[in-house]
């Protein structure tokens, strides 16, 4: 599958929950205010969808929303399993909510684990930590509410002599549900919205077809609705994300529609001004395809395709597509769409590699010239074929490499800055930084890429202002209102 990024971004969303006093136990019930939660969300843009959705889920049983993690009395922590860093800032997360909870200072009285650790690992954690009151896994996201509500029937020294967590983890291959209405953890104009989950590709380094399941598509006019109802509560970029996003529809059996009908139709929602596709396998770029993100004004020109390497032996060993099909690919995607950004992801340190086949990663890297781009070392996960490979490479070597790659991404980075001065381009405002207005170019995802900055201009989040460049800073961009 298409690979997550590295550091992980934590957001938290507390909710105070507003139980009838029939859902609580007398001790909480007399004169007490009604219990809260708070959310922890950790890993990629499809976990925080998750996130989204349990919020939303939780507000619609008469749930508010407020802001500080002290002050829940149930706390939710929505891990990442993807990589062996993402794991143990995981569970830090988890142990760190554990402490609030024995903290009789403060009001944390239950704690929830949910997200990859949880589907993953859910009986060794319900071991570890018996602090953990509930794992819940991607089947039961639905019961959440209930089973929060479930923890507060219980009285305090109950549910603290219980010795292990309920763990409520079933299949990871969990249809589609409505994923509209949702809590946005998301600035309110951009919002990512996820068109398909799970993997059927093979590659030898990854874990995640085990535990997002297979490969399925969301249903077309599904997938449009929730574009209409995000647009219609002021959401003006949709970013699309899954495993593999050009993928989509590969698995509908009766309707012959795919990724370009999709992407027709969600231009034809007016509010919406960017649609932008992440996570991109690098196969599946039909002539179709191809056609429907040159044509379209409201497609960005920026394609996220996370490659992790270019050395055929190694890609090879890896199980991913030959290096002659990608690079065939990404120079008729140039050709077809002028101005084209490409986004990757390497992976550095994989079982075998030796410095001849990094120094030809980073050689074919070279040449393709990624405006933007990210290295990360090689972590090897449990029940992978590479995990079980022979010849690991030191943490130390895989470090250099990933720096050596990290440095040649922000070399061009930087050049392609020092192309826009004097560019007019459009630029969507995120925030305001004291006087300045904070924003992006439609080649920098959200979070992930590069910023424009616009000195003394107030101007609105989710506006997109035409301006032109004065100056570099880095790899960022300095602007000034074009006509000015």
């Not at 050009?246 to 529609?257: I, K, L, M, S, V």
Request: aromatic letters at 6%.
């Amino acid at each position: 599958g298409a690979h997550q990024r590295v550091p992980m971004r934590w957001t938290l969303a507390s909710l105070s929950l507003v139980l009838s006093s029939r859902m609580l136990s007398p001790r909480l019930s007399v004169g007490l205010e009604p219990p809260s939660v708070a959310l922890v969300a950790l890993g990629c843009p499809k976990n925080t969808v998750d996130a989204e959705v349990m919020l939303g889920d939780l507000q619609r049983r008469g749930m508010r929303i407020k802001n500080d993690v002290m002050d829940a009395d149930v706390i939710i922590v929505n891990t990442c399993a993807f990589v062996e860093d993402a794991k143990r800032e995981s569970i830090a997360a988890v142990v760190e909510a554990a402490g609030l909870k024995a903290d009789r200072a403060v009001p944390a009285r239950a704690l929830f684990v949910t997200g990859c650790l949880a589907q993953r690992y859910a009986d060794e954690l319900a071991v570890e930590l018996p602090e953990v009151d509930a794992i819940v896994g991607f089947e039961n996201y639905s019961d959440l509410p209930a089973k929060v509500a479930d923890i507060f029937d219980k009285d305090y020294e109950e549910q603290s002599s219980s010795s292990r967590a309920s763990v409520f983890v079933g299949s990871p291959t969990v249809p589609f549900r409505s994923e509209e209405d949702r809590w946005q953890l998301t600035p309110s104009h951009s919002a990512y919205i996820r068109v398909a989950e799970g993997c059927d590709h093979e590659c030898t380094f990854c874990a995640i077809p085990g535990f997002r399941g297979a490969f399925r598509s969301k249903p077309f006019d599904t997938a449009v609705a929730e574009a209409e109802r995000l647009a219609e509560r002021g959401v003006r970029e949709l970013n699309l994300i899954a495993e593999d996003t050009n993928q989509y529809g590969a698995d509908f059996q009766a309707d012959p529609r795919r990724l370009p009908e999709l992407l027709h139709a969600l231009a034809a929602i007016p509010q919406l001004k960017w649609i932008r596709l992440l996570y991109c396998f690098p196969s599946y770029f039909s002539d179709e395809l191809i056609e429907a993100i040159a044509s379209i004004d409201k497609v960005v020109k920026y394609i996220d395709i996370p490659l992790q390497h270019l050395t055929p032996s190694v890609l090879t060993r890896m199980r991913r597509p030959g290096s002659k099909g990608t690079e065939a690919i990404l120079r008729k995607l140039r050709e077809r769409v002028p101005d084209l950004v490409l986004r990757t992801t390497f992976i550095c340190g994989f079982p075998g590699e030796t410095d001849e086949e990094h120094a030809e990663l980073v050689q074919r890297a070279a040449k393709m010239h990624f405006a933007r781009g990210g290295a990360f070392s090689y972590s090897a996960e449990d029940g992978t074929v590479a995990g079980q490979m022979a010849a690991q490479v030191e943490d130390e070597i895989k470090q250099d490499r990933r720096d050596e790659l990290t440095s040649l991404f922000q070399h061009e980075s930087r050049s392609w800055a020092e192309g826009q001065l004097g560019r007019e381009l459009d630029v969507m405002i995120d925030r305001m930084d004291g006087n300045d207005a904070i924003g992006r170019t439609e080649y920098d995802a959200p979070e992930i890429d590069n910023i424009v900055r616009i000195p003394a201009m107030p101007l609105l989040p989710g506006s997109v202002v035409r301006c032109r460049v004065v100056a570099v800073d880095d790899v960022d961009l300095i602007a000034e209102p074009a006509g000015m």
